[in-house]
């Protein structure tokens, strides 16, 4: 199969374990990004496959229309970036593990890396001691203070076993079923929406971003925390509503916040306001970015292209397209 990965920014793959599997296969990994669909579809032209970096590139049906040759989508997780549908009416099969039963451990630790940075103030630390000018500011300990996780699920309980672990105490907010599965498990779940960003010392999101979670913390939800919080999202800059982090840190509530996703990605505009602000510590989206990780989330993907090329395709997303082929 002619095979194309997208988006391998740093040229990782082919220095990993996993890229054996895709020994035999006509492989090109592009290691820039493209966002015109003009010069996408021409150099995936000859493409049957290609294998995506999660979402660093929308799949449409602008650009599907322009790729006849492509019978196979392979990635994993979650799918917002591609148009199913438009994949179902190509004749394009999309392949993706949804993982159930295993955490990014990688997005766990890099959450917990940005909640002791932001708690001790280490950006402002390291950049007034390379300076010349020592000490900058007083940070906060973390042991005895509340940590509030929003969402039950794989990531967020990794989370919580860091916090445990540092002396923090650890309460839950979620949908109604994941309050009751984290009571069900011996879980501490807020009193109540308010009370949860209210008296959380650190406010951090953990849910899956799909239609009815986009938007799902408000400008309300950051006016309960207090001015010495700290609001932290290494999941989807799309579960916030629009604009209101920035708002929020423009009035001082939450007084700061750390983020690994934003609106727009990849984000190259120094001035953006959100960027920009000095009460926000940032890094670009690499919750899921260490060798392990991609060793670990390549691994399935490419098992995905190998049973397509073997014509026995596992984690089918519109498997009507592999039924209608046969």
Not at 194 to 205: G, L, R
Not at 216 to 241: E, K, Y
Request: glycine share 8%.
């Amino acid at each position: 199969m002619k095979i194309h990965v997208l988006d391998d920014w740093f040229n990782t793959l082919r220095g990993l374990p996993c890229f054996a599997k895709l020994a035999g296969h006509d492989v090109t990994v592009w290691t820039d990004h493209v966002e015109d669909i003009g010069v996408l579809a021409s150099r995936l032209q000859d493409a049957n496959a290609v294998v995506l970096f999660r979402e660093r590139t929308n799949i449409t049906r602008a650009l599907l229309e322009k790729l006849p040759n492509l019978r196979l989508i392979s990635q994993r997780s979650v799918y917002p970036h591609v148009d199913v549908q438009a994949c179902s009416d190509h004749n394009v099969l999309l392949c993706s593990n949804m993982h159930g039963g295993t955490p990014s451990y990688a997005a766990a630790e890099l959450t917990w890396a940005l909640i002791m940075a932001g708690m001790r103030d280490l950006p402002s630390q390291m950049t007034s001691v390379k300076a010349g000018h020592w000490q900058a500011g007083v940070g906060k300990t973390l042991r005895g203070r509340q940590l509030g996780l929003y969402g039950y699920g794989r990531i967020a309980r990794a989370v919580a076993g860091y916090a445990q672990a540092f002396g923090m105490n650890v309460v839950w907010w979620s949908s109604e079923n994941g309050r009751s599965r984290a009571q069900a498990d011996g879980a501490t779940v807020a009193p109540s929406r308010e009370a949860f960003f209210a008296d959380s010392d650190v406010v951090s999101v953990h849910v899956r971003l799909k239609p009815d979670t986009r938007g799902i913390i408000t400008a309300s939800d950051f006016a309960q925390m207090q001015p010495g919080a700290m609001f932290v999202n290494t999941s989807r800059a799309g579960l916030l509503a629009s604009g209101a982090l920035l708002e929020a840190l423009s009035v001082g509530r939450p007084g700061k916040a750390a983020i690994d996703v934003f609106d727009t990605e990849p984000l190259t505009d120094p001035t953006d306001p959100l960027l920009a602000h000095p009460n926000l510590i940032a890094t670009p989206h690499i919750g899921f970015v260490t060798e392990d990780e991609f060793d670990l989330q390549f691994a399935d993907i490419f098992d995905q292209v190998n049973a397509y090329a073997d014509g026995a395709p596992i984690h089918m997303i519109n498997p009507e397209v592999w039924t209608n082929a046969k």
